[in-house]
């Protein structure tokens, strides 16, 4: 005759990765302290749960490598301020009452006409007439213009802005070949799954034929719950205001 001992354990499922990870991290390491033979756990068991805590930390990791999209963005924004200060400064240099700013303007915008929507291009499409606009900007008798105008020292931040994207764009795209897609909700279900086996284990020889081993591991079980509950509360209430006080800050906005 078998039974199934169910026990109380938290619902984790509103953890976020890193707190999930971390939790089952935890885990791990209470059966080690125990060590595997007295709680009487599978090492197999244990393993499946250590592989799938690695694929987990390894999607945080992954999320986090959206950095160079923070930075990509950044640049982008600084590039088509630069290209929106150029371009309009030709039509602007029309008016100008110098002579020579007029006439370096008049022929300015005439030439680059067609690079005036350059900043509403896709991505890759973008950086490549960028660099195409900047190799005009740079023939001799364009800089002599663009002095003319005074606008010539918008040149070399251009091109360093817009290098620097296309670098940090091939970095992005060479992460996105060599990292292969995890499914976290799958992951972490399984995970799910082998943790509450593996304290079941547990918790059932701690009833038939209890040691200090597996009552050591409960009681640090339930500590490490309870930190991991805690924690989540806190981020949460932390989160809970800051988010008011951007909806107010853009309610704020709008009315004025």
């Given at each position: 005759m078998s039974f199934k001992i169910d026990i109380s354990l938290p619902n984790v499922s509103k953890l976020n990765n890193d707190e999930y990870a971390q939790f089952v991290k935890g885990i791990v390491?209470?059966?080690?302290?125990?060590?595997?033979?007295?709680?009487?756990?599978?090492?197999?068991?244990?393993?499946?749960?250590?592989?799938?805590?690695?694929?987990?930390?390894?999607?945080?990791?992954?999320?986090?490598?959206?950095?160079?999209?923070?930075?990509?963005?950044?640049?982008?924004?600084?590039?088509n301020e630069i290209l929106s200060y150029l371009l309009s400064s030709f039509k602007v240099g029309k008016k100008s009452a110098i002579q020579s700013q007029k006439e370096a303007a008049d022929i300015l915008l005439l030439e680059f006409k067609n690079y005036r929507k350059v900043s509403t291009l896709p991505t890759r499409q973008k950086s490549q007439a960028v660099d195409a606009l900047i190799k005009d900007l740079e023939k001799p008798e364009i800089r002599e213009l663009l002095t003319t105008l005074g606008t010539i020292n918008a040149v070399a931040p251009l091109k360093e802005i817009n290098a620097k994207y296309q670098e940090l764009l091939d970095v992005r795209a060479e992460k996105q070949l060599k990292n292969s897609s995890i499914n976290v909700k799958k992951v972490r279900k399984e995970t799910e799954e082998l943790y509450r086996q593996l304290t079941r284990v547990v918790f059932a020889y701690n009833i038939i034929n209890p040691s200090t081993e597996t009552k050591n591991f409960i009681s640090l079980l339930t500590k490490l719950i309870e930190d991991t509950m805690s924690a989540n509360k806190q981020r949460l209430a932390q989160a809970t205001p800051n988010r008011r006080g951007s909806k107010d800050k853009d309610k704020k906005a709008v009315s004025e």
């Amino acid at each position: 005759m078998s039974f199934k001992i169910d026990i109380s354990l938290p619902n984790v499922s509103k953890l976020n990765n890193d707190e999930y990870a971390q939790f089952v991290k935890g885990i791990v390491k209470l059966v080690y302290a125990g060590t595997i033979e007295k709680l009487r756990v599978e090492e197999e068991l244990v393993t499946a749960i250590q592989e799938n805590v690695e694929l987990l930390t390894e999607a945080s990791r992954q999320s986090r490598s959206t950095k160079e999209s923070g930075n990509m963005a950044q640049l982008d924004k600084k590039r088509n301020e630069i290209l929106s200060y150029l371009l309009s400064s030709f039509k602007v240099g029309k008016k100008s009452a110098i002579q020579s700013q007029k006439e370096a303007a008049d022929i300015l915008l005439l030439e680059f006409k067609n690079y005036r929507k350059v900043s509403t291009l896709p991505t890759r499409q973008k950086s490549q007439a960028v660099d195409a606009l900047i190799k005009d900007l740079e023939k001799p008798e364009i800089r002599e213009l663009l002095t003319t105008l005074g606008t010539i020292n918008a040149v070399a931040p251009l091109k360093e802005i817009n290098a620097k994207y296309q670098e940090l764009l091939d970095v992005r795209a060479e992460k996105q070949l060599k990292n292969s897609s995890i499914n976290v909700k799958k992951v972490r279900k399984e995970t799910e799954e082998l943790y509450r086996q593996l304290t079941r284990v547990v918790f059932a020889y701690n009833i038939i034929n209890p040691s200090t081993e597996t009552k050591n591991f409960i009681s640090l079980l339930t500590k490490l719950i309870e930190d991991t509950m805690s924690a989540n509360k806190q981020r949460l209430a932390q989160a809970t205001p800051n988010r008011r006080g951007s909806k107010d800050k853009d309610k704020k906005a709008v009315s004025e």
